[in-house]
C-alpha cells in the first residue's frame, strides 16, 4: 500500500502517473458497464420497436423499424454498434421520440446542483462532527455522537423530506417544495430542504469513518512534534491536522458516490424536482429502455469517474498512498 | 481473555470494564425494540381489526379514532392494521436479503483468507468494481424494465428481485470483513499451536480459525438487517420492487403524500416504523460490538 516514492519524482509526476494508471482502469470498468447495460436492453421484456410502435403496428413495420434499429444483427454486433453510437454520444431515442442525449442535458442541471448542494451541507457538518467526537474520545459527548450518527443512517431520506415539508415548509413558505428556483434567490431557498435531507445520512455515513482517521491523525508523532514545538490552537488545527484529514474525506466521498447517486434519486423523487433521478425512475416505469440505458450509464461514469479523481487528488497531496 | 478463577471466589466488581455494561444496556433496548416488532408481526391480526386490504370506503382520510387508531387511507384502510402487516413483508425480505449474503460473503470471504494469492486477488479486484458501481441505480434500472415477477416458493411477486439484488450489493462486505479477519486470526498462537499439535487443516479451520473470525460480521448482519429495511421501503416508495398497493411502509408514505397538510399521520407513523427498527437493530448490532471489543 505505502510504496516508496522513487528518486526525486515530483507531485506532479507521481499524479500523473497514478492518473494514466488509473485511466486504463477506467477504460476496463467502462467496458464493463457497458456490457451490463447493454445486457438489459437484452433482458428488458417486450420488443424495442413493438414497445415504439404500439401494439396496433403491422409486422411490417416493426420488422422495418427494427432492421433500422439493428435489433436483427448477432448480439457482439449490437454490442459494438452501441459502443461506437456511445462514443459519438448517441444514446439513442426515447419512447416519446426525445434525443435521450437531449433529456440528459435539460435535466443533468437539478442533479448536480443537489448534488453540490448535499455536500456543502454534508462536509462542514461531518468534519465538525468528527473532530468533535475525536478530540472527546471516549468521553459522554464522542458517545452521543457516535449513537447519534449510528441512528441518523436508519432515517429513511424521503420521510425526513415529507417531515421538512410539513414542519417547516408547510407553515412557514420559506420554502418552495417543488422544482428548482430559476432566480439565485429562488435556486438556493429550494435547494435548502433537498440538501438539508441528503446530508443527514451522508454526514452519518462520513462522520463513522472520519473519526478514526482524524484519532489516527491526533495520535501521530508529527503532531506530538508540532505540539512540542509550541504549535497549538488553530494554526494546529488548520495546518497539520485538517490537512492531513483532507485526504480521507476525499477517499471516503469518493467511495461512497454511488450511494450519493442513490440518494439524489430519492431527493428528486421526494421534492419533485426534474433532474436525472426522476427521469430514470418515469422511464423505467415506462420501459423506455434507452433512456434508462442513457440515464445508468451515465451515473455508472460518474462513479468512475469521481472515484479516479479522488485518487489522484489524494495522491498529489499525499504521495505516500501511491499504490504500487 | 478471562482469567482463571477458582471456585467460589467472584470476580471483583472494580476489574469488569466499564463497555461491557454500556454494550449490554444498548443490546438489551434494541432487543426489546426488536422483540415487540416481531411479536406485532406474529400476532399480526390480535392485535388488528380485519384484513389489512379491507376498505371502509364510507370512512375515506378519518382521522384516529376509537375504531381506527391511526385513521384510514384514501381507500378507507385501516392505517395501523397495514402498519402492522408490513411487518411481515419488510422483515421477512431484509431478513432473507442479509442473511443469504451473510452466508454466501462470508464463505467468499474465508476461502479469500485461506486461499492462494490469486484466488485473492482475483476475488478482492471483483469486489473493488462491485464497491465501484452505482449498484442501487442498476438495481432501479433493472427491477424497473423487468417489473416485479411471479412469487417463488413462499416469497411474494417483487420479493425475489430484492433478495437477489440485496445479496449482489452486500455479499462484498462479509467478504472483506471475513477475509481481514481471517488473516489475522491466522496467524494468531492458538492456531499455529493447533496445527502443530497435529489437528487436520479443516478442523483447524472450523474450530479455530472461522468462530474467532466471525464476530464482527454478526455485528454487521444486524445493521444489515436495518438498512435492508430502509432500502425497501425507499425502493417501494420509488415505485420498484414490492407492488404497489402491499401494506408496506414505503409504498404506504407514498401513498400518503398527497395529503400530507391533513393527514399528516399517515406518513409519520410508516416512517417513525422504519426508523424505529432499524435503529433497534443497531443497537443490537452496536451493543454486540461492544462485548465483543471488552
Known sequence: MFGTVKGREGRFVVAMRVLLGRLFQLILVLLAVTLVVFVLTQIAPGDAARLRLGPRASPEAVSELRHQLGLDRGLPRQYLAYIIRVLHGDFGTSIDGQHVSSIIGQRIGDTLWLLLGTLMFAVPAALILAWTAAWFRDRTVDHAIRLGVLLAMFLPAFWVGFLLIRLVAMPTGWFPVADLGSGPGDLIR??????????????????????????????????????????????????????????????????????????????????????????????????????????????????????ILGETVVSMLDPRTVST | ???????????????????????????????????????????????????????????????PSQAHILGTDQLGRDEWTRLVHAIRIDLRVAALGSLIPAILGSLIGIVAGLGNHWLDAAIMRTSDIVVSLPLFVFFIALVGLLGPGTGFLFLDPGELPLIIGFTVISWVVYARL??????????????????????PRWRVITWHIVPNAIGQSIVYFFVDVGLAVVAISTLSFLGVGIPIGTPEWGSMIQAGRNVIQTNWWLIAAPGAAIALIGMGLALIGDGLDDRIKS
Open chain 2, 178 to 199: 471475513l477475509r481481514s479477519e481471517v488473516r489475522r486470526v491466522r496467524s494468531m498462537d492458538y492456531v499455529r499451536a493447533a496445527r502443530l499439535g497435529g489437528l
Open chain 2, 1 to 63: 481473555m478471562t482469567a482463571t478463577l477458582k471456585a467460589g471466589e467472584e470476580v471483583p466488581r472494580t476489574r469488569q470494564p466499564r463497555r461491557r455494561r454500556r454494550g449490554d444496556g444498548k443490546l438489551a433496548v434494541g432487543a426489546v425494540i426488536v422483540g415487540l416488532f416481531v411479536l406485532a408481526a406474529i400476532f399480526a391480526p390480535l392485535i388488528t381489526s380485519g384484513h389489512p386490504a379491507d376498505q371502509d370506503l364510507l370512512n375515506r382520510l378519518a382521522p
Open chain 1, 190 to 307: 429550494s435547494l435548502v430542504l433537498p440538501s438539508v435531507t441528503g446530508a443527514i445520512l451522508l454526514t452519518a455515513i462520513l462522520v463513522r469513518s472520519l473519526r478514526s482517521s482524524l484519532i489516527d491523525v491526533l495520535d501521530s508523532e508529527y503532531i506530538a512534534v508540532a505540539r512540542s514545538l509550541g504549535v497549538g490552537g488553530s494554526t494546529l488545527i488548520v495546518r497539520h491536522v485538517l490537512r492531513n484529514a483532507v485526504g480521507p474525506v476525499l477517499t471516503l466521498l469518493a467511495l461512497n458516490v454511488g450511494y450519493l447517486f442513490f440518494g439524489v434519486v430519492i431527493l428528486e423523487a421526494t421534492f419533485n424536482i426534474p433532474g436525472l433521478g426522476s427521469a430514470l425512475v418515469e422511464a423505467s416505469a415506462k420501459r423506455d429502455v434507452y433512456t434508462v440505458q442513457g440515464i445508468t450509464l451515465l451515473f455508472a461514469a460518474g462513479v468512475v469517474l469521481a472515484n
